[in-house]
C-alpha cells in the first residue's frame, strides 16, 4: 500500500473548494459523471482505430444509493486507470491548477462556476463527501487500484480484487448533504444535467410487459372472453436519451422527429411549436442545435431561459445571454458546441472569442432561415406572423446584421390582413403617399377599433394603413425613418389627413380672418387650455368639425419611454395633451359661431368635443355620464 500527500502545496484546500463552490455544490454529480463519460468514450475511440486490447460492448454508467451505509456509487466500463495513472491524474494533474484557482477566486466567492476549468471536476465530490474512494481497473489489465481520501491532504493507494474494467466511484456523503442520498434528487439532478449524455446511465430497475410475450386470450363455454395478464420483467432504467434529436443530420429527421423532441425537452409544455431552425456547424466553431420558435404574444417579458446550453451533451445552463443574442432568447431549444467552456464566469464568457462568432453565426442561420421558410411557403409565413413578429422586430433594433437581412421576410401588415415586405410596400404606396416636399409618408395604426373613423379617412382617400401593434413599434419605426431614404411613419390618428399627407392644393377656408378670430376665441372660453391645442384649419366640409389628434413626435416619445429608451425626454412625466383641429368649412362650426345666445354656443362646444373625445376613446368616468345624459336632454 502507498500512502502520500496529494501534490499541492496549500494544506487545507478541501474545505475551500467546499466553501467557493458550496453555492453549487449539486454540480458534483455531472462532473463526475461527465468524467465516466470521458472515459468510456475515449475507450470507445481506442476500439474504432483497431486497438487489440479493446473490446468495446455495451457499456454503461450506473449511479447507486446505498442509504443504509450513506453511501453513492458511480461506475463506469470505461478506460479504468493502472495505479501509475491514479497516482498522476488524481494527486498531480487534477491539482496542477489549485493554488492559481486560490489566488484568482478566493475574494469572489459569487463568482463560483470554475469546476472544470483547472481540472478540479473530480475533487468537486468532496463538496458533498466526507471520504471518497475509487476503484478501478484499466483496459490494459493490470492490476485493479484502490484510492482512499478523507478529504485532507493524505491518500492511500493500494492494489485490489476488481475483474471488471473501468472505475467506481465511492462517496461517503457527508451529514450536511444527506439530501443526495434521496432518490427523488438524484433523479433530479440525472434529469437536469444528465438527460442527453452519450452513454446511457443507469439509476435503479423497473418493471416494463414482456416484449416477447403476447397475452393470450380464451373463451370459456358461455363465449366470454378473458384475457391472461401482461407478463412483467424488469430492465435497467436508463435515465437518459443518449441519440437526442440535435446529434443527428437534419436529413435524417421529420416534422415529427422535431415535435417529438420539443416534447422531450418540455414535457409540461402542450402547444406545439410554430417551426425550428436544426444548427449545424463544423467551422469555424462546432456547433449543433435545434431553436423552435413557440408561439408568441406581444407581451415582452415572456419568459426566458428556456434555451438550453450543452457541452458534448453535458447541461451547461439555460441562461445563455450573451452566448445566443439577446432577441433570440424568447425561443425554445438546445444549442451544443465543445467550444463553450463548461464552466466559468459569466463575464468570461461574454468576452470570450468563440462565444461572440457563435452569437452572430446563429444571427445569420435564423435570419436564413426566416427567409427561406417565407420563400417557400408565404402564405404559411403570413399566417404565423403575429406569433412571431415581436421576436423579429426585437431583433431588427438589436442586431444590425439581423436588421439589414430582415428586409427578406419582416412583414408590413395592413388593416384590411394584407402583408407587404418593406420594398412591396414602398412601390404600392409611392404613387399616392408621397407629399408635397416628395416624402413619402406610410400611414399605420395600432388598434383598429379605436382609430376606425380615422383608418376610414385614409381609406377615402386610397391609402393604405399599416396595422403595427406591437409594444416597440415606436422603437422599430424610429429605426426605419432613420436607414429608410426619405420616409416618415405617421399615425393615422396623429392629425387630420390632409395634415398627415400635405399635398399641394390648399383648400379656401368659408371663414374670413375676422369670423376665425371671433371663433378662437370663443373656442378657448369653453376648451381647457391644459388639455387641448386649439388650430382652426380649413377642411373639406363634409370632415369631422372636431377632430382630436396627438403630435406624433409626443405620443412617440412616451410610447419608447414605457418600453424602455426615449427618457431622456422626460416624456413619463408630461400631462397628456392633444390637439383639437376644428374644421372652419364645416356647417356645424359656422352655426357655433353664428348661434346667437352664449348658452347654446358652449352646449355645441361641449357636445361637439365630447363626441370627438369620444371617437379617440378619451371620454370616461363622470364626464361620459353627463355627455349620455346632454344627449338625451338635446333629443328631448
Known amino acids: 500500500m502507498t500512502k502520500g500527500n496529494i501534490n499541492v502545496s496549500v494544506e487545507n484546500i478541501f474545505p475551500l473548494i467546499k466553501k467557493f463552490l458550496y453555492s453549487d455544490h449539486e454540480i458534483f454529480l455531472r462532473e463526475l459523471i461527465s468524467n465516466a463519460t470521458d472515459a468510456t468514450l475515449k475507450l470507445k475511440h481506442l476500439s474504432n482505430v483497431g486497438d487489440a486490447k479493446v473490446e468495446y460492448g455495451n457499456p454503461k454508467i450506473e449511479v447507486k444509493i446505498d442509504k443504509d451505509n450513506k453511501k453513492l ?112 434528487r438524484i433523479r433530479e439532478l440525472l434529469n437536469k444535467y444528465n438527460k442527453f449524455m452519450p452513454i446511457p446511465i443507469k439509476f435503479g430497475t423497473k418493471e416494463i410487459n414482456d416484449p416477447e410475450h403476447e397475452p393470450k386470450t380464451t373463451k370459456d363455454k358461455d363465449g366470454k372472453e378473458t384475457t391472461e395478464p401482461h407478463r412483467k420483467i424488469t430492465v435497467d432504467d436508463i435515465i437518459n436519451n443518449p441519440n437526442p434529436a440535435w446529434t443527428k443530420q437534419p436529413a435524417d429527421l421529420n416534422d415529427e422527429d422535431y415535435s417529438n423532441f420539443y416534447r422531450e425537452l418540455y414535457p409540461m409544455q402542450f402547444e406545439e411549436p410554430l417551426f425550428n431552425i436544426h444548427l449545424n456547424v463544423d467551422y469555424p466553431f462546432n456547433l449543433t442545435g435545434i431553436l423552435y420558435f413557440p408561439k408568441m404574444t406581444n407581451d ?166 399599416l396595422l403595427l401593434d406591437s409594444p416597440i413599434v415606436s422603437h422599430l419605426i424610429q429605426k426605419l425613418e432613420s436607414t429608410k431614404e426619405n420616409i416618415s411613419f405617421a399615425r393615422v390618428d396623429g392629425d387630420h389627413i390632409d395634415n398627415l399627407i400635405k399635398k399641394d392644393d390648399t383648400i379656401i377656408s368659408k371663414l374670413d380672418e375676422d369670423q376665425k378670430k371671433s371663433l378662437d376665441e370663443l373656442l378657448k372660453e369653453v376648451i381647457p387650455s391644459e388639455k387641448f391645442m386649439v388650430q382652426l384649419e380649413a377642411m373639406d366640409s363634409n370632415a369631422s368639425p372636431f377632430i382630436i389628434t396627438q403630435p406624433e413626435f409626443m405620443r412617440r416619445m412616451k410610447e419608447m419611454q414605457q418600453t424602455g429608451g426615449g427618457g431622456m425626454f422626460g416624456m413619463g412625466n408630461m400631462p397628456e395633451m392633444y390637439n383639437l383641429v376644428v374644421n372652419t368649412n364645416s356647417e356645424l362650426v359656422g352655426e357655433i359661431l353664428n348661434t346667437k345666445t352664449k348658452k347654446k354656443q358652449e352646449r355645441l362646444i361641449n357636445q361637439s368635443l365630447d363626441l370627438a373625445r369620444l371617437s379617440q376613446g378619451l371620454l370616461k368616468g363622470e364626464e361620459l355620464t353627463n355627455f349620455i345624459k346632454r344627449s338625451y336632454d338635446m333629443i328631448k
Request: aromatic share 12%; with cysteine; glycine share 6%.
Open 73 to 184: 456509487h458511480i461506475t463506469d466500463q470505461g478506460l479504468g486507470m493502472t495505479a501509475d495513472e491514479v497516482e498522476k491524474y488524481i494527486n498531480q494533474v487534477a491539482f496542477s491548477g489549485a493554488e492559481e484557482f486560490l489566488d484568482k477566486y478566493k475574494d469572489s466567492a459569487k463568482d463560483s462556476g470554475i469546476i472544470g476549468h483547472f481540472g478540479l471536476g473530480f475533487y468537486s465530490a468532496f463538496m458533498v463527501a466526507e471520504k471518497v474512494e475509487i476503484i478501478t481497473k484499466s483496459y490494459t489489465n493490470e492490476p485493479a487500484a484502490h484510492w482512499t481520501c478523507d478529504g485532507s491532504p493524505e491518500f492511500t493507494l493500494e492494489p485490489t480484487e476488481k475483474t471488471e474494467r473501468g472505475t467506481e466511484i465511492i462517496l461517503h456523503i457527508a451529514e450536511d448533504s444527506t439530501e443526495f442520498l434521496e432518490e427523488s
Open 300 to 465: 415582452l417579458n415572456i419568459q426566458k431561459d428556456k434555451i438550453q446550453l450543452y457541452q458534448n451533451q453535458v447541461f451547461v445552463t439555460d441562461n445563455v445571454e450573451g452566448i445566443v443574442p439577446e432577441f433570440l432568447t424568447m425561443l425554445r431549444g438546445v444549442i451544443d458546441s465543445p467550444d463553450i467552456p463548461l464552466n466559468v464566469s459569466r463575464s468570461y464568457l461574454q468576452a470570450d472569442g468563440a462565444v461572440k462568432k457563435i452569437s452572430s453565426y446563429i444571427t445569420r442561420k435564423v435570419a436564413d432561415k426566416l427567409k427561406s421558410l417565407f420563400n417557400n411557403s408565404r402564405e404559411d409565413f403570413e399566417a404565423k406572423w403575429n406569433d412571431i413578429k415581436i421576436v423579429i422586430e426585437y431583433g431588427m433594433l438589436s442586431e444590425e446584421k439581423f436588421f439589414e437581412k430582415a428586409d427578406a421576410f419582416a412583414l408590413y401588415p395592413t388593416v384590411d390582413g394584407k402583408y407587404y415586405t418593406y420594398e412591396e410596400l414602398y412601390n404600392k404606396i409611392k404613387a399616392k403617399q408621397t407629399d408635397k416636399d416628395d416624402k413619402l409618408v406610410i400611414l399605420y395604426a395600432s388598434d383598429k377599433d379605436a382609430q376606425h373613423s380615422y383608418i376610414e379617412a385614409a381609406k377615402a382617400k386610397d391609402y393604405e394603413v
